[in-house]
């Protein structure tokens, strides 16, 4: 039986397991910054940028409420790409910026990059070449795991197609079907063959 009173999508957290834990990411749509009347509560609120709210995604670290995120842009749901865990970091998702928390107490935020400018869809790690890549709606971004945006790529159209992280490079698909392979070091456009 579902309980109606909570929101459809809280009932579907991203778990991470990690040598710190169990890390859970949930989508907080009804959570108010600043408020005791929110369904759960959490030691640290954190809002990225100054676009305002319009996404935000709750952390927990077996079962305490670590920190929850709030950010603008497009508004973004959790699912299996919305956050990683990398050597001791955790990285998340949330509307169009990317945090970067530290799993370590006192688990600060070691920074937030806006990697898009309407909504990041998601997060992939290219281990070989230790770049985080931001599938984004309007971009996709190489960036190292200190936060510096390395290289930037753009299409056509908007990139609401597949998404595939291959050994060598990123190929994603626009709007209108056309394929780009984009360089996971570089960001150099490639020949589709």
Request: glycine share 10%; proline share 3%.
């Amino acid at each position: 039986m579902v309980d109606d009173s909570l929101p459809p999508r809280w009932c579907a957290p991203m778990n991470i397991d990690s040598r710190y834990g169990v890390i859970a990411v949930v989508d907080e749509p009804t959570y108010t910054f600043d408020s005791t009347d929110n369904i759960r509560c959490y030691a640290r609120e954190i809002i990225l940028g100054d676009d305002g709210v319009s996404s935000v995604h709750g952390v927990m670290l077996d079962d305490f409420g670590l920190l929850v995120v709030g950010a603008g842009g497009g508004g973004t749901g959790v699912h299996a790409q919305s956050a990683l865990v990398i050597d001791d970091k955790l990285l998340l998702a949330v509307g169009n910026q990317i945090a970067c928390v530290s799993l370590t107490a006192p688990h600060d935020l070691l920074w937030s990059r806006k990697v898009d400018l309407a909504t990041c869809f998601g997060l992939y790690w290219a281990a070989r070449q230790r770049a985080l890549i931001s599938h984004g709606e309007l971009e996709i971004t190489g960036l190292s795991l200190e936060g510096d945006v390395i290289w930037k790529a753009m299409g056509a159209d908007i990139f609401t197609g597949r998404f595939q992280l291959a050994p060598d490079h990123v190929e994603v698909v626009d709007f209108y079907d056309t394929v780009y392979r984009f360089d996971v070091v570089t960001g150099e456009a490639l020949k589709c063959s």
